[in-house]
């Protein structure tokens, strides 16, 4: 009988982390497109593991990252937020298979600003004169 608590928590607490994962990934997307962006790409999650030596024990901790690929002017952008948290940043530009990231990590940035900085004279990744094209949308 035991066995059957256990194993049925274990499943709700499976789901349970699964739907806030997905739920934190849609609230990005949603984030993403009230700040003007049309063409955002489907979030991914990545997790980073820590683990710290403090006296005699190690304590560690994880941090999950989503990413969300959008694209502005014929560059494929890769903005990205640390679940849980408020706001975003422009992470990476993907071009020719590279993945540059992005001087400065401009944050909370909306589609008109992310314009904007292409246009200007302000450092910017590798490859970037490849995939820009500022006629299109």
Partial sequence: M???IVSAL???GCVA???ACSGNEDKF???LKAAGFTTVGEPSTETA???KK???RTIKSSEKTIEVMVRVKGCDLEFAKTSGQSGYWLDELHVDGQEPDWPGYPENLKRDQVVS???DKSAKPDGFTKCYKPNEA
């Fill in 2 to 4: 035991k066995r059957r």
């Fill in 10 to 12: 274990l499943v709700l």
């Fill in 17 to 19: 982390t699964l739907s």
């Fill in 29 to 31: 997307v949603a984030e």
């Fill in 49 to 51: 593991k820590k683990a």
């Fill in 54 to 56: 403090v006296g005699k």
């Fill in 117 to 119: 900085l292409m246009a």
